[in-house]
């Protein structure tokens, strides 16, 4: 298991998928302007995508700078890996987008001594419907179990958002593992504590799901 000092140098700086690029989500890759574009209330639908997440859209640029030197600081820490999702080349002329947009964010939070990772990640309504968030799944789920030796990985969603819910329990599913249930007041939002719903994935049920030695 690796401890905290170790994990900082063990986040690889991009990871890549079959239609995606994820990298280090830090100013040296995003810049604030592009940042508050994609987070801010003017992003387009900003309103549905944030619905069930733990943050409002960013009031100010500003706003967007601090997330991301935040990023940064958990980053170094070795508690958190935030990527910025973008899709590759391919991808993206498929789909008519721009290879260099931001579709979002995902993250890795590494709770080291419960020998735990949670996954979490949003994507701009542009980009919903394409099984990406079950993509990105699979390359952090890989860093957290091959990368960094967890145990266990765990994702939850807000128990109204039906979307989350399709999306997590088919790639929770494809992976070996399961749904633990209901999680009363046990997540926050804006508005307060939220009730959310937990799944977990153990390295086993993971290994033996992907035929991994």
């Not at 170790?6 to 079959?18: K, N, Q, Y």
């Not at 579709?103 to 996954?119: F, I, K, P, S």
Request: with cysteine; aromatic share 8%.
């Amino acid at each position: 298991m690796l401890g905290d000092d170790d994990a900082a140098d063990v986040f690889p700086e991009t990871l890549t998928t079959p239609r995606l690029r994820l990298e280090r989500c830090s100013r040296d890759n995003v810049t604030v302007r592009e940042f508050y574009r994609a987070a801010s209330r003017n992003s387009p639908n900003i309103e549905d995508v944030t619905e069930h997440l733990t943050w409002s859209p960013h009031e100010s640029p500003k706003e967007s700078r601090d997330t991301l030197i935040h990023f940064e600081e958990q980053w170094d820490e070795g508690d958190v890996a935030t990527y910025a999702i973008r899709l590759r080349e391919d991808e993206a002329e498929r789909l008519g987008e721009n290879p260099d947009a931001l579709a979002g964010t995902c993250g890795l939070t590494c709770h080291w001594e419960q020998d735990c990772a949670v996954l979490g990640v949003w994507l701009r309504e542009a980009y919903w419907g394409n099984g990406y968030s079950g993509e990105r799944a699979d390359a952090l789920l890989e860093l957290a179990f091959d990368g960094l030796d967890f145990g266990v990985v765990a994702v939850t969603h807000h128990a109204d958002n039906a979307k989350s819910e399709a999306a997590i329990e088919k790639y929770v599913a494809a992976n070996g593992g399961r749904r633990e249930g209901l999680l009363r007041h046990h997540g926050d939002s804006p508005d307060g504590p939220v009730d959310e719903v937990r799944y977990t994935i153990s390295a086993s049920e993971w290994r033996d799901a992907n035929d991994r030695a």
